[in-house]
């Protein structure tokens, strides 16, 4: 099942670090795209980035290896910038903002 998480930069660095998190997971109410979108977007008003996930249950702890994508809004524009999960350094960064040093 698709769970969309709705993490922050602490959430971000125990998945980086190979921890479990547990964080409010949002679900489509069907497996059309529109739905899918509106759960996204629902689990993105309430953290500062989403990670995707296929999990089996919505409920339990989610590892790396369970999240297909992360996704943020980068430029303040409301539209989220999708990320793979090998890019999760870059997701951290653009979370640490502009200001901050590589």
Known sequence: ???YLA???DDLTALAGGASISA???TA???DE?????????????AAAVAAAEVDD??????????VSF?????????????ATQEIDA????????????
Do not use: C, I, K, Q
């Open 34 to 46: 529109e739905d899918e979108l509106a759960a996204l977007e629902e689990a993105s008003e309430h």
């Open 7 to 9: 993490v922050g930069r």
């Open 91 to 102: 997701v951290l960064s653009a979370l640490a903002g502009p200001n901050t040093a590589s």
């Open 58 to 67: 919505p409920d339990g702890p989610v590892t790396l290896d369970e999240v």
């Open 1 to 3: 099942m698709r769970v």
């Open 29 to 31: 109410a069907s497996e």
């Open 24 to 26: 409010p997971a949002f």
């Open 71 to 83: 996704h943020l809004d980068v430029d303040g524009t409301g539209d989220l910038a999708w990320y």
